[in-house]
T-cell receptor, first 112, second 111 residues
Framework: SQTIHQWPATLVQPVGSPLSLECTVE??????LYWYRQAAGRGLQLLFY??????ISSEVPQNLSASRPQDRQFILSSKKLLLSDSGFYLC???????????FGSGTRLTVV | QQPVQSPQAVILREGEDAVINCSSS?????VHWYRQKHGEAPVFLMI?????EQKGHDKISASFNEKKQQSSLYLTASQLSYSGTYFC????????????FGPGTSLSVIP
């Protein structure tokens, strides 16, 4: 069965510090992968998506970047965090069977 | 590009029915529906791909009117476990492979 792992669960980082969030998927190959962010009490904002290794599409210009170094690994990074980067970060993969997205458990990031 | 959802919030008593609407200004390839409980990740409910398609499981179903670019989620005989925020997500015909989510509808079921 397919599973998606995302870590860490919570993170408190000072303004100006770097960020690296990792997401891995098991049990499938060449999945479409996505990073979404959810501000407190708000909807889901698409940040990046990838349809293959090294293929990244950016949806929102900001100080975040994404990379896909391996087929089932998706990384979200920042060189210098801003207060506005706080939020709930969710990684997702798309099931080729159902067509729906399965989300990881998320990382709650607080920038202080 | 973000779909519009209505209502923003709804409160139901157990056993009552609700309808959540989702609409887009652009031609759609598919509509997704998800439910998110407080503090948790969203969970996939269903996807509708064809105009006129209707799907459902348990007492939650949805329809997709491709011509009007609208979808509706129907919750019948609501249960306490239905509480949460419901998001529709749309894929455009011009850019499928990415889903843009609506702002969500908060649904509270009370005894």
């Amino acid at each position: 069965s397919q599973t998606i792992h995302q870590w860490p669960a919570t993170l408190v980082q000072p303004v100006g510090s770097p960020l690296s969030l990792e997401c891995t998927v098991e049990g499938t190959s060449n999945p479409n992968l996505y990073w979404y962010r959810q501000a407190a009490g708000r909807g889901l904002q698409l940040l990046f998506y990838s349809v293959g290794i090294g293929q990244i599409s950016s949806e929102v210009p900001q100080n975040l970047s994404a990379s896909r170094p391996q087929d089932r690994q998706f990384i979200l990074s920042s060189k210098k965090l801003l207060l506005s980067d706080s939020g709930f970060y969710l990684c997702a993969w798309r099931s080729q069977g159902s067509g729906g997205y399965t989300f990881g458990s998320g990382t709650r990031l607080t920038v202080v | 590009q973000q779909p519009v959802q209505s209502p923003q919030a709804v409160i139901l008593r157990e056993g009552e029915d609700a309808v959540i609407n989702c609409s887009s200004s652009k031609a759609l390839y598919s509509v997704h529906w998800y439910r998110q409980k407080h503090g948790e990740a969203p969970v996939f409910l269903m996807i509708l791909l064809k105009g006129g398609e209707q799907k459902g499981h348990d007492k939650i179903s949805a329809s997709f009117n491709e011509k009007k670019q609208q979808s509706s989620l129907y919750l019948t005989a609501s249960q306490l476990s239905y509480s949460g925020t419901y998001f529709c997500g749309t894929e455009l015909r011009t850019s499928y492979d990415k889903v843009i989510f609506g702002p969500g509808t908060s649904l509270s079921v009370i005894p």
